[in-house]
């Protein structure tokens, strides 16, 4: 069983190393996207002739394929992690933006004059109302943006080996070993699926007001969201 | 600024504009495989995405196929399907549908959804077919976002035929790959602008389709 897992000495890494290696890459990313987009989105909902060209802008930017975004990038970061990450970040605003305005937009207005009633100043209220009942939008967004991001850093690969998991991809065909290609398209996909599992695990624990299981309220947004 | 005269210097070649390997004939066998795929893609997702949300049936059946696709990792997938099926245009293909019916089924399944019950029920109470609800009264307003999701489609597919260029795939991705394994900055540049022009042309594409067919009292409201 354990020679199941063995991988070339070249890779460098376990294959538990890989697995690290890839949530890395494709997670920062989009804890950078949304760190980005929650001040974007912000300025979207309280600007509303902002929204339009903002998302227009974050499109075209998905548009552009991912390995011609990394290979522009490499002569500026080199072949390197960075080059992977940064155009995973980017992809990851043309959901997170929409995700967390629609979130934020969703808020009743009683709940905010409630909350400036009870002498809340805009941030506060940002940051105790807005975001707590935007909460199930936004992690619905960061899974979309996680899952993807999963799936795409092993394009990485391509560019001096900076894929992680993808890097079996590349070892399988020079070695002609069927198994290292199925070692990476598995862990890729149940990797993906467990950062999805623990994304709605984060959402019950973020929002325990909200009824167990609300698949009612979910599963809509989780479907337009999945058309992205 | 270096970018740039990679650029330049990899367009202005005249060498780069001819030939078996030259900037037409990988466009035009881009392009190829671009319609070729989201052809296959939208002669499935579209039926079916247009009768289930008709219905209103199996929407936790779609919710689930659209998860389940978007884990699989594409490129991961045309490697396996390379590695067992040969060289030839199925292990590339058989990847680029799977990923492309996803974004049309469900985005077609919500769009039919989404159309306001009013105009339906006007329809059926002034006698209309089924067959007619469908397609006079619930296609047109559902178009714009149907619309959508088969540019999503296109857009993956365009993306992902680049990234097919490593299994020994034809399109624009050649000179990105080989640019890469000969150490030759400027193919590799020049094929990473082709490759971004051609996403953006299809985001024009789209545009442009979207004006011409979406009816304009649609267009107003939204």
Redesign the interface.
Known sequence: MNEFFDLPSDLQHSYLGLVALHLREALLPVLAGLLVALPVAQLCVRLRWLYPPVLWVT??L????????F??L??YTGLSELTVMIPLAVYSLVVLVPAIVDGVRSVPQETLAAATAMGFGPVRRYVQVQLPIAAPAIIAGLR?AS??S???V??G???GNAGA??NL?NS??IYNQ?RL??L??IG??VL??LV?IALIVLRELVTPWMPRGSRRTT??T???D??? | M??LT?IDAFFSDSAHWQGYDGIPTRVVEHIQYTLMALGIAAVVGLPTGLVTGHTGRG??T??LI??AA????????M??M???LGLGMAPVMIPLVVLAI??IL??T??AMRAVDPAPVDAARGMGMAEAGVLFRVELPVALPLIL??LR?AA?QI???A??AA?VSFGGL?RY??D??YQRN?EK??G???L??AM??A??AVFWAVGRLTVSRGVRRGA
């Open positions: 499109t075209v998905y548009a552009i394929p991912s390995l011609a975004f290979v522009i490499i002569d979309v899952v993807s999963v799936s795409l092993s394009v690969m391509l560019i998991l993808g991809l399988g065909m069927p290609v199925w990476s398209v890729t996909a993906a699926i999805d599963r809509p989780a479907l337009k999945a058309a992205r | 270096n970018v990679y929407g936790n779609l919710a659209a998860t978007r884990a699989l990792p594409s490129f991961g997938l490697v396996l390379f590695v067992l996803p974004p469900v985005t399944y919500e959508s999701g999503t857009i365009v993306s992902t680049t990234i490593y991705g990105i790959i640019g890469l900055y590799v540049v094929g990473a602008t490759v971004a996403a953006l299809t985001l």
